[in-house]
């Protein structure tokens, strides 16, 4: 019994612990909210009044103020590599687009500079696409032995515009932008003489715009009008072409006329050209038997 009541005696010494402690926690805790709630009424109240101070110190009530402090932020130094960074970084996309021109003004440039003006151009009518990839160069080194240096950029160069003229190209869609070529070409003095073919000739009308060749050439076989025909020369074989021409294939030069650009320049070009299809058809003519 005695043991009962000593069990009882322990517990309830417990139980009066454990509610003191929840005391001193409650009481604990009940100051602490306190004190946090005057902080916050306090810190409240002093915004207020560093408001009021800030309004002053705007309208120039007061010069300067006890609570207020301007605050400046620290000047850093930076490095050059960071000033660099920095500078880049805030201007990339202006910076990518002047690249971007900066890269094409001196495409542009370079191209102008590296790229060879031709002394000399031919215009190549024949509509046979093999025949245009096979012969030109054949045809633009063997020309450049006619001519000089005639721009005096220290190169000789003839170039052949492949400009194919015939029924067949017509009756195609796509020989629009052929046909523009073409007129355009006819338009301006740039190029005179010509290699073609009949098949082109509604195109170009040989009797309107190319020379007569019989006041000069007269006394070679392959002379007909306005054509130095080419089927039955050498040219084939000094293209190293496996077969002679069509008898059709001939070579002309057209007449100096006022064209776009204006009558003196092309006969500028026909001085140049005219020399060069005389070297021409002294090399591969024929003379006849008197």
Same mark, same amino acid.
């Given at each position: 019994?005695?043991?009962? !009541? $000593? &069990?009882?005696?322990?517990?309830?010494?417990?139980? /009066?612990?454990?509610?003191?402690? @929840?005391?001193?926690?409650? +009481? *604990?805790?009940?100051?602490?909210? !306190? $004190? &946090?709630?005057?902080?916050?009424?306090?810190?409240? /109240?002093?915004?207020?009044?560093? @408001?009021?101070?800030?309004? +002053? *110190?705007?309208?120039?009530?007061?010069?300067?103020?006890?609570?207020?402090?301007?605050?400046?932020?620290?000047?850093?130094?930076?490095?050059?590599?960071?000033?660099?960074?920095?500078?880049?970084?805030?201007?990339?996309?202006?910076?990518?687009?002047?690249?971007?021109?900066?890269?094409?003004?001196?495409?542009?440039?370079?191209?102008?500079?590296?790229?060879?003006?031709?002394?000399?151009?031919?215009?190549?009518?024949?509509?046979?696409?093999?025949?245009?990839?096979?012969?030109?160069?054949?045809?633009?080194?063997?020309?450049?032995?006619?001519?000089?240096?005639?721009?005096?950029?220290?190169?000789?160069?003839?170039?052949?515009?492949?400009?194919?003229?015939?029924?067949?190209?017509?009756?195609?869609?796509?020989?629009?932008?052929?046909?523009?070529?073409?007129?355009?070409?006819?338009?301006?003095?740039?190029?005179?003489?010509?290699?073609?073919?009949?098949?082109?000739?509604?195109?170009?009308?040989?009797?309107?715009?190319?020379?007569?060749?019989?006041?000069?050439?007269?006394?070679?076989?392959?002379?007909?009008?306005?054509?130095?025909?080419?089927?039955?020369?050498?040219?084939?074989?000094?293209?190293?072409?496996?077969?002679?021409?069509?008898?059709?294939?001939?070579?002309?030069?057209?007449?100096?006329?006022?064209?776009?650009?204006?009558?003196?320049?092309?006969?500028?070009?026909?001085?140049?050209?005219?020399?060069?299809?005389?070297?021409?058809?002294?090399?591969?003519?024929?003379?006849?038997?008197?």
């Amino acid at each position: 019994m005695e043991e009962k !009541q $000593k &069990e009882k005696n322990t517990l309830e010494v417990i139980r /009066e612990m454990e509610e003191q402690e @929840k005391l001193r926690n409650q +009481k *604990l805790l009940e100051e602490t909210q !306190q $004190k &946090e709630e005057q902080e916050r009424i306090a810190h409240e /109240e002093q915004l207020k009044e560093d @408001k009021k101070e800030l309004l +002053k *110190l705007k309208q120039g009530v007061i010069e300067s103020s006890e609570t207020i402090y301007e605050q400046h932020e620290p000047e850093k130094n930076y490095t050059l590599g960071e000033k660099i960074s920095n500078f880049i970084y805030h201007n990339k996309w202006w910076m990518g687009f002047v690249a971007f021109f900066l890269i094409m003004f001196g495409y542009l440039t370079w191209q102008v500079v590296t790229t060879v003006k031709p002394d000399m151009i031919i215009l190549l009518l024949v509509h046979d696409d093999f025949f245009n990839a096979a012969c030109s160069s054949g045809i633009e080194e063997m020309f450049e032995q006619y001519i000089e240096d005639v721009n005096q950029d220290g190169e000789v160069a003839v170039d052949v515009y492949y400009i194919p003229a015939s029924q067949e190209t017509a009756e195609n869609d796509g020989y629009t932008g052929d046909q523009t070529k073409l007129f355009a070409e006819f338009q301006i003095g740039e190029a005179v003489l010509v290699i073609s073919d009949d098949g082109a000739d509604e195109f170009i009308v040989p009797d309107n715009n190319l020379e007569d060749l019989e006041p000069y050439f007269s006394q070679y076989q392959e002379t007909e009008g306005v054509r130095f025909r080419l089927g039955d020369t050498d040219f084939a074989e000094k293209l190293e072409w496996d077969e002679p021409f069509d008898e059709d294939i001939y070579i002309g030069i057209r007449k100096v006329k006022q064209t776009m650009d204006s009558e003196q320049k092309m006969q500028e070009v026909y001085d140049i050209s005219f020399p060069a299809l005389q070297k021409f058809v002294q090399e591969f003519g024929h003379l006849k038997e008197n």
